[in-house]
């Protein structure tokens, strides 16, 4: 079975600060891993993904993440953070190995930028 | 903002009635997924429409229906409303059957009184 956890209910950064975001997973065979944003009163967004290659992933608004297979994480980081990235992420992951299985999401971690 | 549209945004029901909820997926794109997301909680999988048949279904029961249109919109239906299906529901769209990247719409609030 496929599960992600989210260790962080709420992350607080100062704005200018670099932020982390923590997500680790659980799947059987090689990990297909994504980061979506939701905004209030929105639907998720695309962030990134990683299949394979590169352990660091670069995606939108300067987001970007670091597989660690030995880890099993998947960590979202930002060199400096930004009020306007204040939001919900969600962590998914699913396997590379099982067809077309659905993505599992974790619980979302709220990051609060304070200015 | 995607192209991904639902309707309604914000829905009222009682326990025990049916409701329908409506999406219009990307341009383009010919696969529907739908997803729950409770208070609280990350998106759990409903089920997946590609070129209107279900290629996919989360552990949800069987009150729990859809269909997808020869344009690829899609409903879900929910039967005998109970009080924990209150939440928001997310129709998400891509291409190919898959769970590529996802494009999500902004979701419709069900509440159930």
């Known amino acids: 079975a496929q599960s992600v956890a989210q260790p962080e209910d709420q992350v607080n950064v100062a704005e200018g600060n670099p932020l982390t975001v923590k997500c680790t997973y659980s799947?059987?065979?090689?990990?297909?891993l994504f980061w979506y944003v939701q905004y209030p009163n929105r639907g998720l967004q695309f962030l990134l993904k990683?299949?394979?290659?590169?352990?660091l992933v670069k995606g939108s608004y300067g987001f970007e993440a670091e597989f660690n297979k030995s880890q099993t994480s998947f960590h979202l980081k930002k060199p400096s953070a930004l009020v306007s990235d204040s939001a919900l992420y969600f962590c998914?992951?699913?396997?590379?190995?099982?067809?077309?299985?659905?993505?599992?999401f974790g619980k979302g971690t709220r990051l609060s930028v304070i200015a | 903002e995607t192209g991904v549209t639902q309707s309604p945004t914000h829905l009222i029901k009682t326990r025990g009635q049916q409701v329908t909820l409506r999406c219009s997926s990307q341009?383009?794109?010919?696969?529907v997924s739908w997803y729950q997301q409770a208070l609280g909680q990350g998106p759990q999988f409903i089920f997946q429409?590609?070129?209107?048949?279900?290629?996919g279904r989360g552990n949800f029961p069987p009150r729990f229906s859809g269909l997808q249109f020869p344009n690829y919109s899609s409903e879900l239906n929910v039967n005998a409303l109970e009080l924990d299906d209150s939440a928001l529901y997310l129709c998400?769209?891509?291409?190919?059957?898959?769970?590529?990247?996802?494009?999500f719409g902004s979701g419709t609030q069900l509440s159930v009184l």
């Open positions: 998400a769209s891509s291409f190919g059957g898959t769970n590529e990247k996802l494009f």
């Open positions: 341009s383009g794109h010919n696969t």
């Open positions: 429409y590609y070129r209107e048949e279900e290629n």
């Open positions: 799947v059987s065979g090689n990990p297909y």
């Open positions: 990683y299949i394979t290659g590169d352990n």
């Open positions: 998914a992951v699913r396997s590379l190995n099982s067809g077309n299985t659905p993505l599992v």
